[in-house]
């Protein structure tokens, strides 16, 4: 007896445990790594944020060649120290280097999930079952499907920084809560609130609200001192923080917060109907945002209104921002989500008293909210994107039918890794961690171009890039390498 009771704890604190993750991080390698394989990663965010990583790794602080006319380096967008802890890394893993770490971070944070039930709860086989539906949740392939974003780190920071702080291990809670503001002032931001809701969950112990409240007024300072005198030093001259995108609610961030208050109907609206009318196509994202949620656990922030506080920054940010791409399920705008939905959900469902029921919601809720993620890569409302960068079932995802990619593999294969280059948007991530990489057309001291003639030649068109390649070519200072109907290298020439 005793040795089949320790073949079942084994079973499901061990094997079950990392054939779940096997299984999760072959899906979800699936979907980063054959995107960025099949040159659907872009400058914008991949190249310039591995160009960031590529800079500290070499111990400096580096200028965002890429070129922006608010910001000369990545932290006039976000200040995410975070990105100096990765640095190392690239000498390991190259133009991968973020996408391996985001990729990690999300097995990492599962785990978080997994252990945090392990604390809290007595039943061998909740933790699991947690640890799997936190996987599945649609946050995390979202997204995989869309570049590197600090704040999917920082997201994975938050099932580890709730353990801690039910365990009162304060050494651990603060290295959890110096990690989660370090992935940038937006989740510093967030922060506060996922302390406020822990002080609302310890409201009968007096030393934990007081930690919680230390907690969330960090947050508040970080993020304060974050806006206000670190991201100005890095802005251009005249250029103020480009992130207040809530105009239909206001001017600032005051007047948002008052007319919330002097309109409280208005701000209810905004959470469920779409505020761009010009653009019909984007009436339901916001719907499709809150099926989503429901059908990932959603009744866990009903059933534990602390977690509904912990996501109101993020609700209302997206609900009211001016992009319609925030409004949905797309990218990585959804995910703060997945360790919110998991522990609120798996937190209820712990306190069922009969084994067999609460395992059989457990297992059901689980089965939901991977279903419900299955079906909608194929039914949901994808923005600018093509949903074949998020559907690995989807035969185009395994290969690029516009055109062939082997030529621009090696096309990449005539630059040198120390020369400066210039390149286009989806050429750029691959070749990204050198010292000077430009963002084409902007070409400025580079020796070598590679430039994309046909389909993904953004920011400008077609035809206007095959001229501005003929105009290279035709002034003498060029010569011409190697070029197929898809891509030509260019070489500078020297007097």
């Not at 925030?326 to 995910?335: C, M, P, T, V």
């Amino acid at each position: 007896m005793i040795a089949k009771r320790s073949f079942a704890t084994a079973l499901a604190q061990i094997w079950i445990p990392l054939l779940v993750l096997l299984l999760f991080g072959v899906y979800h390698g699936c979907i980063t790594f054959v995107n960025h394989w099949q040159f659907r990663t872009f400058a914008f965010d991949l190249g310039y944020y591995t160009h960031t990583v590529y800079e500290f790794g070499h111990l400096r602080l580096g200028e965002h060649v890429l070129e922006n006319s608010i910001y000369w380096h990545t932290w006039g967008d976000h200040f995410e120290p975070i990105l100096m802890l990765i640095g190392p890394l690239i000498h390991i893993f190259g133009a991968y280097t973020l996408l391996i770490v985001q990729w990690a971070a999300i097995l990492i944070g599962a785990i978080g999930a997994f252990r945090y039930f392990q604390f809290r709860s007595e039943d061998k086989w909740l933790p699991v079952i947690a640890m799997a539906q936190f996987l599945a949740i649609w946050g995390n392939s979202s997204a995989l499907s869309f570049d590197f974003h600090a704040v999917v780190l920082g997201a994975m920071v938050v099932p580890w920084l709730l353990l801690y702080f039910h365990k009162r291990d304060r050494l651990r809670l603060v290295i959890s809560l110096l990690l989660l503001v370090a992935c940038g002032e937006k989740v510093a931001f967030w922060g506060i609130f996922i302390f406020l809701g822990l002080a609302l969950l310890e409201l009968r112990n007096r030393r934990q609200v007081m930690w919680a409240l230390g907690g969330a007024t960090f947050c508040l300072a970080w993020t304060a001192v974050s806006l206000k005198y670190v991201i100005p030093l890095f802005l251009r001259p005249d250029k103020v923080y480009q992130h207040f995108d809530f105009h239909v609610m206001g001017e600032s961030n005051a007047e948002v917060i008052v007319n919330c208050f002097k309109d409280p109907l208005k701000a209810i609206r905004l959470l469920y109907i779409a505020h761009r009318p010009e653009l019909p196509e984007t009436k339901l994202l916001k719907v499709e945002l809150w099926k989503m949620v429901a059908l990932s656990g959603g009744i866990g922030l009903l059933r534990r209104p602390a977690y509904l506080l912990m996501l109101i920054p993020i609700i209302f940010t997206k609900m009211f921002n001016d992009a319609d791409i925030r409004w949905g399920i797309n990218a990585h705008y959804s995910i703060e989500f997945v360790p919110i939905l998991c522990i609120a959900l798996y937190e209820w469902v712990k306190d069922i008293r009969i084994p067999q029921l609460r395992r059989s919601v457990a297992v059901f809720m689980l089965i939901l909210t991977a279903t419900s993620s299955i079906v909608s890569l194929s039914t949901r409302y994808v923005w600018s994107s093509r949903p074949e960068n998020l559907n690995v079932f989807d035969p185009r995802h395994w290969e690029r039918w516009e055109y062939d990619i082997c030529n621009l593999e090696y096309a990449l294969t005539f630059v040198p890794p120390d020369v400066p280059v210039t390149a286009s948007d989806r050429l750029v991530p691959h070749i990204s961690p050198r010292d000077k990489i430009y963002f084409f057309p902007t070409v400025k001291d580079a020796e070598y171009a590679v430039i994309q003639l046909i389909l993904d030649t953004y920011p400008i068109p077609e035809d206007r890039c095959r001229q501005l390649y003929q105009e290279m070519l035709g002034s003498g200072e060029w010569e011409e390498l190697w070029v197929s109907p898809e891509v030509g290298v260019l070489k500078r020439r020297h007097p």
